[in-house]
């Protein structure tokens, strides 16, 4: 029974350079979320994804980040030309459902240097 | 602009005694609340939920309140335990998938 995985769970790199951060569902899970915790606050909606298709991505920068969830493979967030505000924690949840009520699980998230 | 507001960064407790984590929240539309504890390097791990239609909802040592009018809920852990530390996220929905989430408590729970 395993979990919602993410990786890498620690990635560092330069002004400029480009964050590939990837997240496999749960097992029976379509439906995936990801959140943004800076440091000393909670964790912030960006984007949710259903297979091969974006619902909401309200929360996402307009640029230089994007999601994608193709139909094989794990969910991408990107994130381009990283800058030293994209510092922080993300984390990956995913649900059965979009239902409020279906619990959001989480992943260990990857924690994102930018140098 | 902050919806969901957990006001104490942090709460000391001797074990054995009860942990009292509050949360505030501003919009009337939440209808969905939950609490989530997270330890250092893992993701958050859901804890207890409560709808808006109830006012108490307990599991085992872990019991959350709703007050509506004062729009404010909190979790309750008794007895606590060493193990319970970490820090716990207050998170509210109104009707959707998007959690709103407070900027947590941190909870040492001294032996």
């Known amino acids: 029974n395993a979990g919602v995985m993410q990786n890498p769970r620690h990635l560092v790199r330069r002004r400029g350079q480009e964050a590939r951060l990837r997240c496999s569902p749960m097992k029976g899970h379509s439906h995936v979320y990801w959140y943004r915790q800076l440091p000393e606050e909670g964790l912030k909606f960006m984007v949710y994804l259903q297979k091969e298709n974006i619902i909401d991505e309200s929360g996402m920068p307009k640029e230089r980040f994007s999601a994608e969830f193709p139909k094989e493979g794990p969910s991408i967030l990107r994130i381009q030309q990283v800058v030293r505000g994209d510092s922080a924690a993300y984390f990956c949840?995913?649900?059965?459902?979009?239902?409020?009520?279906?619990?959001?699980?989480f992943g260990p998230g990857t924690r994102l240097t930018v140098l | 602009d902050q919806q969901v507001k957990q006001n104490s960064p942090s709460l000391s407790v001797q074990e054995g005694r009860i942990s009292i984590l509050n949360c505030d929240y501003t919009n009337s539309m939440f209808d969905y609340f939950l609490w989530y504890k997270k330890y250092p390097a893992e993701g958050p791990t859901f804890l207890i939920s409560i709808s808006s239609i109830k006012d108490k909802n307990e599991d085992g040592r872990f019991t959350v309140f709703l007050n509506k009018s004062a729009k404010h809920l909190s979790l309750h852990i008794v007895p606590s335990q060493p193990g319970d530390s970490a820090v716990y996220f207050c998170?509210?929905?109104?009707?959707?998938?998007?959690?709103?989430f407070g900027s947590g408590t941190r909870l040492l729970v001294r032996p």
């Open positions: 998170a509210a929905s109104s009707g959707s998938y998007k959690l709103i």
């Open positions: 949840a995913s649900a059965r459902t979009s239902a409020s009520t279906d619990t959001q699980y």
